[in-house]
């Protein structure tokens, strides 16, 4: 069954979901894996099909996707592979990792030349100069990202060789160096190609008990992979040593500093010129750049199939509680309890529970988060059908059948349309976090805005978004007022 639900929203979404014939390619959320991700795409697909589906989180959500074999390769690196993939306490060999990962069907190839360690970096005016002056300084704010804040290699084992006993605040990537400047934080982490290190002038803290390992970055792929792909491998193998350090960091600031895209980034990395020389877009040629209908597009079919969903299970299951007692109140409790469930967290765990990225469990997540509007209103419109009602059709000889579809629904309608409404405005905004697993929507922009720390790349992603909920609210105002103009009748 779940293999036929997922076939069927599929071919609903196009191609832009993928398919078996196309190399996938993932990238997590932060400037240089979204290039690193275009460059091995744009490499793959001079010799057949490829797909970059980017941003779509922390290591956890990505390492998820390619062992659900949503994607088929990523960049990831060796210290974030040694230590929070495989969870291994001491540093091991690439022999030994691979030896690890085979078992997963996973392996690592394509060392791409270049080093981006973690790293500390605080204000050029501070008088802290390496991670061991931290501890002497408790008064010191740290803004570090989420994702780091939880790694084996992270924050947790930092504090404790180190002796730290700072609690840090947590900060998106992409905003922290703002939040530095302006002096909100003190502290935060960095990685060592970062482009905006020298823009913002911040001194790195030095390393000086070694806590860190070495991130050189590699391709963390399926074994399958180059028997499907042999001649799209045989192009990304090319880009061996290829990117230096210094060659990543110009990367990064094209993107970061200049305002390029990734593919933009990519295809001048390819042609081996030095940065792109595309000038800056405005938030117009953002707002309707090329691929604002395919976001239309994919947004829509997010939040139409999973409301479709909800309105085929939450309308009948709120009519059950309206007309029994005693599952009423477990009912509404239950659709109230997986309201409450944070988004993120949801699209995290459905992973994993699916076996798949993309569209299938973002529709999951919107569905369960339309059941309580619809559920709710559903049961409170039933219940507010006047008893007098209900007498005079059963005096009329109608069954209970009957009596529901010619007297119950059609003036309970007004008050389902409402929650019907409330679930359709909800699923709208929601969706945007629906990028952040490769399914598509107004959410790339967004993802890619704060990737970048771009203010028109993400409203680019809002003000579609904003606008189709209120499209969406003005349509079922007027389906609402002609139901109650026809209950009146």
């Given at each position: ?9 599929l ?22 894996s ?12 001079v ?51 691979r ?6 069907g ?35 704010r740290f ?21 730290l ?30 482009a ?10 030095v ?19 180059p ?17 230096t ?9 094209a ?59 939450g309308?009948?299951?709120g ?54 509007p ?15 009602l209900?007498l ?6 109608l ?26 405005v ?26 970048l ?33 026809r209950?009146?009748?």
């Amino acid at each position: 069954m779940r293999t036929i639900i997922a076939a069927f929203i599929l071919c609903l979404c196009g191609p832009a979901f993928g398919a078996g014939d196309v190399l996938q390619v993932g990238s997590k959320r932060f400037t240089e894996s979204y290039i690193l991700g275009e460059i091995i795409t744009q490499s793959a697909a001079v010799h057949g099909q490829a797909a970059h589906r980017q941003g779509l989180g922390n290591t956890a959500i990505v390492l998820a996707a390619l062992q659900a074999s949503s994607i088929d390769v990523y960049p990831e690196y060796i210290g974030t592979i040694d230590q929070e993939i495989l969870k291994n306490a001491q540093p091991t060999s690439l022999a030994q990792m691979r030896a690890a990962l085979a078992p997963m069907g996973l392996g690592i190839a394509v060392p791409l030349g270049f080093n981006n360690t973690y790293a500390l970096a605080v204000r050029a005016d501070s008088t802290v100069k390496t991670l061991s002056d931290l501890a002497a300084q408790p008064q010191l704010r740290f803004g570090l990202s989420h994702e780091f804040i939880g790694r084996a290699d992270g924050w947790p084992g930092l504090a404790a060789r180190y002796g730290l006993g700072q609690a840090p605040r947590g900060l998106d990537h992409g905003i922290a160096y703002e939040a530095l400047d302006q002096r909100q934080v003190d502290v935060i982490d960095i990685y060592s190609t970062d482009a905006k290190i020298a823009r913002y002038h911040l001194r790195v803290l030095v390393d000086d008990l070694a806590y860190f390992p070495r991130y050189d970055a590699v391709l963390l792929y399926r074994l399958d992979a180059p028997q499907r792909f042999p001649k799209a491998w045989a192009a990304i193998g090319r880009l061996e040593g290829r990117i230096t350090a210094e060659r990543m960091i110009a990367m990064n600031a094209a993107a970061e500093l200049e305002g390029k895209s990734f593919a933009a980034v990519a295809r001048a990395f390819l042609s081996a010129s030095a940065t792109p020389s595309a000038d800056r877009a405005g938030l117009m040629a953002k707002l309707f750049g090329p691929d604002l209908w395919t976001l239309t597009r994919q947004h829509l079919v997010l939040v139409l199939v999973s409301l479709a969903l909800a309105c085929l299970a939450g309308i009948p299951l709120g009519i059950v509680a309206a007309f029994v007692p005693r599952v009423r109140q477990p009912v509404l409790a239950l659709v109230g309890v997986l309201q409450t469930v944070p988004a993120l967290a949801l699209l995290a765990i459905l992973i994993p529970v699916l076996g798949m990225i993309g569209a299938v469990p973002a529709m999951v997540a919107l569905f369960v988060y339309a059941l309580l509007p619809i559920v709710r209103n559903t049961c409170t419109a039933i219940l507010g059908v006047p008893a007098g009602l209900r007498l005079a059709a059963l005096a009329l000889g109608l069954r209970r059948r009957q009596r529901l579809l010619h007297v119950d629904l059609p003036l309970a309608m007004p008050v389902i349309l409402a929650g019907v409404k409330t679930a359709a405005v909800t699923c709208v905004g929601t969706a945007t976090i629906a990028a952040f697993i490769g399914a598509g929507g107004y959410g790339e922009r967004i993802t890619t805005g704060l990737a970048l720390n771009d203010n028109d790349m993400l409203l680019a992603g809002a003000i579609p978004a904003a606008a189709m909920a209120l499209l969406t609210q003005a349509l079922f105002e007027l389906a609402e007022r002609l139901a109650t103009r026809r209950q009146r009748r």
